[in-house]
């Protein structure tokens, strides 16, 4: 069987997530389906006490956080209280805003990781880095996704691979987790299906038209620890049936 544990991404629960009731209720959804793990994003104002405690009462780990650069640059104090009451270890960046997105963005990215990757590291967490379909960008040779991973060290940045983006921008999927790597405590596991309009569709993992047995079978070869399900819109299916068929589908893969 595989190595690592599947993880909710709870962006995809957002529309019922925004008061501390409904993720109460949004977690315990989840753990009946059968996570174990989620990852913290898009859920609405809330002590982070309480939901320390909706994270125990549902016997869930917070795998991980989605957090704002902005935020990471001027209240890393609280974020660092926040990771330690979770028990989280891997806060991550969902994206960084426009104005990074280019050769010279790249650097000043590392550049203002620095002094943020240092401050994690003596508090015993990484930080990682989700990608969109943007960073494939080239630039010459290369793309800035590509750049970002040469000039941040492991130790300083590690991978949030997110497989459909991968796929979207023109890449591997299983090849990009294979060349970065054991910098990748997370995978973001999302599948990619062709829609009625023979548009690019979001779906369940297993559902769509990704090599999973190569994204796995990359996965666990460089030591992925959670296996991160997000689908940013379930269209036409219930969002937690969306996330039951993929929980289903990846067990069925080997996952536990």
């Known amino acids: 069987m595989a190595k690592g544990t599947i993880g909710a991404q709870l962006y ?19 753990a009946e389906i059968g996570y174990t793990a989620v990852q913290i994003s898009g859920i609405g104002p809330a002590d982070p006490h ?6 125990r009462d549902n016997g869930l780990t917070v795998a991980s956080t989605h957090l704002g650069w902005e935020r990471l640059l001027t209240d890393l104090d609280a974020i660092i209280e ?24 790249v650097q000043r990215f590392v550049d203002e990781l620095g002094p943020v990757a240092e401050r994690l590291v003596a ?13 494939l960008i080239r630039y010459g040779e290369t793309t ?13 940045l590690k991978a949030e691979i997110d497989t459909y983006w ?27 299906a062709m829609g009625p309009g023979r548009e690019q569709r979001f779906a369940p993992v297993g559902e769509g038209n990704l090599n999973w047995p190569a994204i796995l079978a990359a996965g666990e070869a460089v030591g ?15 969002a937690f049936e969306a996330m039951a068929i993929s929980h289903r589908n990846l067990k069925g893969m080997g996952l536990s």
């Open 82 to 105: 926040e990771h330690k009451l979770w028990g989280c270890t891997h806060p991550a960046i969902g994206g960084l805003p426009g104005e990074y997105h280019s050769a010279d963005g």
């Open 123 to 135: 508090e015993g967490m990484d930080f990682s880095y989700h990608n969109h379909h943007h960073e």
């Open 50 to 55: 309480a939901v320390a405690q909706v994270m």
């Open 144 to 156: 800035w996704l590509a750049m970002l991973y040469l000039q941040a060290p492991p130790g300083m």
């Open 224 to 238: 992925v620890e959670y296996y991160l399900v997000e689908q940013d819109s379930t269209y036409e299916i219930d």
């Open 166 to 192: 991968i796929q979207a921008g023109g890449g591997d999927p299983a090849q990009w987790v294979r060349d970065l790597g054991p910098r990748q405590p997370l995978l973001h596991c999302k599948d990619m």
């Open 12 to 30: 995809t629960l957002r529309e019922h997530t925004q008061t501390l009731d409904d993720l109460a209720r949004t977690c315990a959804r989840i």
